[in-house]
């Protein structure tokens, strides 16, 4: 499906899922100083974050009856069928060889790109231990946060395309997203599974820039402070054939959505003896010239 829009966005009323849940996520309280978050390479475990939190009871919906409505450049997600063909997602080699090109051509295809850059992969799990990563275990993300900023995303295209290249695509118009492939290893997920909160019931004001201090750079991520009017989704039981599409930054700010927050939550009824939540996600820019 071609994600391309008009100039801006249609807008058309989603109808509201009948089934759902409460269940408590973690947001930012907003503080005078920019916050700080200690990357997990900077501190050589678990990510520290130099701030205050505050849990909020929120309603959660099941998307899967709307996920026809949803799209990149309305809400900022979309749950797609995608099956893989590497059997062995925890192998770097098959990742490398085979994953990573096979993400860049399924994202050419739905959204319309000239050009997929992959520049990251991340495996998680919520075992207690954490899923291997060629720099460290990585548990899942349990603050509501985004992964780029109005700052960093341009920054970001920047450090990976080049000056001169991303000079170049900015003079010809080109439209670059960040945009990340959420998939579980294994499925059913029956524990953390991911939330995502429609972009356009976030205010910008909700957005608190924080600094991300890695070693030898520091960058900026987006965490959200809570309002009453976000609107909050997930797919139930997702399967290894399926993915989810987040954005996490746009070159173009003409109303479609920019930046998508998102979180791992737990099941208000989730079973201990659950299989871990186990998943791998793809960090992309995605070129339209």
Known sequence: MNQIAPTLPLRISVPQSPAGLRTPLTFILPQAEK??????AATGGAPRHLFQTEERQVAIQDMRPLAEWF??????????RAPTAVADLYD??????HYIPETEAFLKRELGATRVVIFDATRRSDDGKGA???????????RVHVDYTAKSGPRRVKDLLGEDEAARLAAA???????NVWRPIRGPVERSPL??????????????ATD???????GEIYHLAYHPAQRWYYAPRMTRDEVLLIKGWDSLDDGRARFTPHSAFRLPQQRADAPPRESIELRSLVVTE
Do not use: C, H, K, M
């Open 35 to 40: 916050p700080v978050l200690l990357s997990a």
């Open 71 to 80: 799209s990149l450049d309305r809400e900022g997600f979309a749950l797609r």
């Open 92 to 97: 770097d080699d098959a990742l490398a060889q």
């Open 132 to 142: 291997a990563n060629r720099d460290g275990a990585r548990g899942p993300a349990s």
């Open 173 to 179: 118009g080109a439209r670059i997203q960040q945009v």
């Open 195 to 208: 939330t995502l909160a429609d972009a356009a019931s976030i205010r910008p004001e909700d957005l608190v």
């Open 212 to 218: 991300q201090l890695f070693p030898g750079r520091v």
